[in-house]
């Protein structure tokens, strides 16, 4: 069988963590409209008959500011290595600029074949789709360029196959029936997180993490930290508003992916500048 891994590398919020999940047909990584979303390398397996595709979705390239977004970039640095090929996701609604030059000159130097994937490209017109792959087509010797939409599902078969093709013979590296490297601990903190992110907005989505105090059998205890006073005022909201409606959207989800009912007990906690310091984001996997 033909099996290995391919990283997905873009600029923030092109939509790479959509389209893992739109290709490996289930939900792996955690989405919303804000920028530094994914955080961590997480492993998004599509299984078929005689295949095994293993995708790396990355965070976004991006200047560190602090010591979470410099390990992030050290995350897309070493996640290059002993790859098959590079998903590189542009964005159809978006200008290809600077900021996508300089991810193809990086992705280019690996001497791997690189898929482009331009998404986004529902409910735009043709012309204007065709002219962002001449665009794309243009930033380096590609394998092959796809139009395609991760919301939609458009195009994302032909976009899985291309991928395949790239493989070799190999060994399964994960069992059939995992499609992700995460533990259950990390996919309940993720989710939490992407309810938060959706709901709050300016600097607070980028100073929220989950920590999972006790995963039981029947319940869940997750702390959610931010860096200060103000923020986990908006976080609780009034009378406990905004941390129930968290919890309220996040819970169907953590029952669906643990297949049990459970209790969801979230707490709001500041920890200043957790950001920059090491030990916290040792602690937290980050």
Not at 20 to 32: E, M, P
Not at 151 to 162: A, N, S, V
């Amino acid at each position: 069988m033909k099996s290995g891994f391919v990283a997905v590398a873009g600029r923030p919020n092109v939509g790479k963590s959509t389209l893992v999940n739109a290709i490996c047909g289930r939900k792996i990584a955690i989405v919303s409209d804000k920028p530094q979303t994914t955080r961590r390398r997480i492993f998004g397996v599509a299984n078929g008959d005689d295949y095994q595709l293993v995708l790396a979705d990355l965070p976004g390239f991006q200047r560190p500011q602090d010591a979470l977004t410099e390990r992030m970039q050290k995350t897309v640095d070493s996640s290059f290595e002993d790859v098959e090929g590079v998903l590189f996701v542009l964005s159809a609604r978006e200008r290809i600029g600077a900021g996508d030059r300089f991810i193809a000159q990086r992705v280019y130097a690996l001497g791997v074949p690189v898929v482009i994937a331009v998404n986004k490209v529902d409910r735009l017109k043709a012309g204007h789709i065709a002219q962002q792959m001449q665009v794309a087509a243009a930033l380096g010797p590609f394998h092959a360029v796809h139009p395609v939409s991760a919301k939609t599902g458009d195009g994302i078969p032909q976009l899985r196959d291309e991928l395949v093709g790239l493989l070799d013979e190999g060994p399964l590296y994960f069992p059939r029936e995992q499609a992700t490297d995460m533990s259950d601990a990390d996919q309940i903190g993720e989710l939490i997180r992407e309810k938060a992110l959706w709901l709050t907005r300016d600097e607070v989505p980028h100073a929220i993490s989950v920590e999972i105090d006790e995963l039981a059998e029947k319940s869940v205890r997750a702390f959610l930290l931010v860096e200060t006073e103000s923020q986990k005022q908006i976080l609780v909201g009034k009378a406990g508003s905004m941390i129930k409606q968290i919890g309220t959207r996040a819970r169907p989800e953590i029952e669906a992916l643990l297949g049990r009912p459970i209790y969801l007990d979230l707490t709001v906690k500041v920890r200043p500048h957790w950001r920059r310091n090491e030990a916290t984001l040792e602690r937290l996997g980050l």
